[in-house]
Each structure stands twice: as C-alpha cells, then as structure tokens.
C-alpha cells in the first residue's frame, strides 16, 4: 500500500519517506501504511506534533487509545482506519441491517496478510457483537481480500460479501479521504 500510495501522491504533494524517529523533521503529517512494528514511530510522531493517518492493522485497543490520547494531548491528528475502500461503508451498513443471532464472519486475504482475523474482521466482529471465534480466517496464495458476513437460520441464509478486485480499491478510497481531509484542515496537514 505504502508503495502504490507514494507513486499515486509523489506528484501532486512533497513526500518523504520516513524509515526512522530521526527522519521525522519538518513534516506535518505522517501516513502509515507499514506494520505494528511501527508502533514507536507513530507515538514519536504524534508527540512532536506530527499528524497520523495509519491504515495498518493490528495495533490492539490499547495502543490506538493511547496514539488518541496523545494527539489530543498534543493538538494534532491521528486517525486509525483498517480499511480504506470505498465501499466498506456501504458493506458495514448493510451488515448492520441484520439480526447478530447467528451471525459468521468470513474473512479470505493473501498468504501475506500478517494478522487474522483481520482489522476489517474484527472491526466488524465488534460493531455486530459477535464474538471473535465466530470470525473464520482464511489465507490463500494471490488473492485478494474478502469479507462475508452470514445470517444463516436453518432453513435460509443471508449472505453479504464486500470483496476488493485489486488493491486500486484501497488506493482510491485512501486518496478520496486524504482530499476530504486536506480540504476540511488545510494547512494542518501539507
């Protein structure tokens, strides 16, 4: 993600990639999209009044309470999101629609996808009360992410899927919000 989002931004916004705590300097606003070992990072970043948006998963409540609290303790953003498509939005309301009796989660990423459930999973998980062992996860080789979500009595099922054709989904969701949010705060963030 990290790397298809600098080829899609390099061009219209001065980007420079921050590999340490010491390449922190001068910038306003810090994206991640890295992985949990990036945690020290991310609260030296938001303790130096830098703004955060992170859209790796796997940090637990408690380090996402912690980055909240030290971005308002500092006057500054920071913003978690485990899923960036444009369309999840529309997926997590429809799934809502529905009774959380008898509610699975199917989740289906690549083999490289490092936590599972996934952050979207669980997201989901707690926004519908469903306990996390009725999340199964699923790691293929060369696919792409899936989320299901089946109401299942014993003679019907409802069954509603968001699933990512490529990662451009990702990509263009993550750019919509990043424009939405330059606009609502301006120079805060570039």
Known sequence: M?????SRLKNEYKIKIIKSKDDLQDIKSLIDFSSISAYELLE????SKINVISGTT?????QIGRLNRLALENNVIFYQCNNFANLINSFYDACKAL?????????????QKADHPSGTALYLANMLNIDVK???SI????EFAK????YETQNERIVIKHEIKNKDAFIDGFINF?????????KRII
């Open 2 to 6: 990290g790397k298809s989002l600098y």
């Open 44 to 47: 030296s970043a938001v303790k």
């Open 58 to 62: 796997g940090y637990n409540d408690e």
């Open 99 to 111: 009774d959380n009796n008898n509610l699975k989660i199917y989740e289906i990423h690549d083999m």
């Open 134 to 136: 009725n999340i199964t």
């Open 139 to 142: 790691r293929k080789y060369d």
């Open 147 to 150: 989320h299901i979500v089946i």
């Open 178 to 186: 990043f424009k939405r949010l330059v606009e609502e705060y301006d």
